[in-house]
């Protein structure tokens, strides 16, 4: 019988503890994607390592470069609203919610 090839890198084993619920959401995830629950698990850690500046990951890098230019447009936008004082609020709001976006992915608003 042949073994498995092992991957080019070495993995440590972990375990985690999941509520039933999240458990078969996952496995049903798994399913429907093809994606094995191991890979998916990883890709969570991943995820989370990004948010705390820990590391990265193809999710959090879109985010934070999707919200940077969603801040860049606004700010254009908010120097040509001068004389609209509904458009400079509308402006001014958005990039507040964008900086608290930024915030909350780990990473700074510039």
Known sequence: MLKPKKPNRQLKRGTIYLNPEKFE????????????????EREAVDDLLAKYGKGSSA???QIRSTLRAARAVVIRYRGLATKEKLWRDNCDDAQKQIDESLKAVGSSPE
């Open 25 to 40: 959401l996952l496995a049903a995830l798994a399913k429907s994607t093809r994606i094995p629950r191991a890979e998916l």
């Open 59 to 61: 999710t959090y890098d």
